[in-house]
């Protein structure tokens, strides 16, 4: 919801990006993936893949609330809280969830293109900081919204 953020989503390839503060979610889906409805006169995206990168739990509810039968759910966000999910309502959806995490070993799978497509990734570094400001870094990595990435350089 944080506009800034969204935009960045953009200039890095997103199709689409939903301010759910500012839109309806539901409308707003169907009209970019068409409408999949369970039943006469519902509303229900034609979403397929949904993926959950902010860690909100508006977000899981969300997608539990409006998925289609059949969607996958694709968590990439560390929440650091734990978020309620109620199987009962989900269980006709058939909803695929699938958790997702980094290890240390993949980056060595996207440094090549993170290298020839620097001008796409860019966007998404709000901060820099030279070594010798590491701890104040930290700090801005560390607070909520105050930075999207940060970068530490070394000379």
């Not at 990006?17 to 509303?43: F, Q, T, Y």
């Not at 799978?109 to 820099?128: F, G, H, K, L, M």
């Amino acid at each position: 919801m944080i506009p800034s953020r969204l935009e960045k989503a953009l200039q890095v390839g997103a199709h689409a990006v939903i301010n759910s503060a500012e839109e309806d979610l539901v409308e707003r889906l169907v009209e970019l993936h068409g409408n999949a409805p369970r039943r006469p006169g519902e509303k229900r995206p034609g979403t397929d893949i949904y993926l959950d990168a902010a860690g909100a739990p508006s977000v899981i509810q969300s997608v539990l609330r409006i998925a289609k039968p059949g969607a996958t759910l694709g968590i990439v966000a560390v929440h650091k809280k734990p978020v309620e999910v109620d199987f009962g309502a989900i269980l006709s959806t058939e909803l695929t969830i699938v958790m997702s995490s980094g290890y240390p070993t993949e980056i060595f799978e996207v440094t090549e293109d993170i290298i020839e497509n620097w001008e796409r990734y860019a966007p998404i570094v709000s901060d820099q900081f030279d070594f010798d400001d590491v701890e104040q870094a930290l700090t801005t990595a560390g607070t909520p919204g105050a930075a999207d990435k940060v970068v530490v350089t070394f000379d």
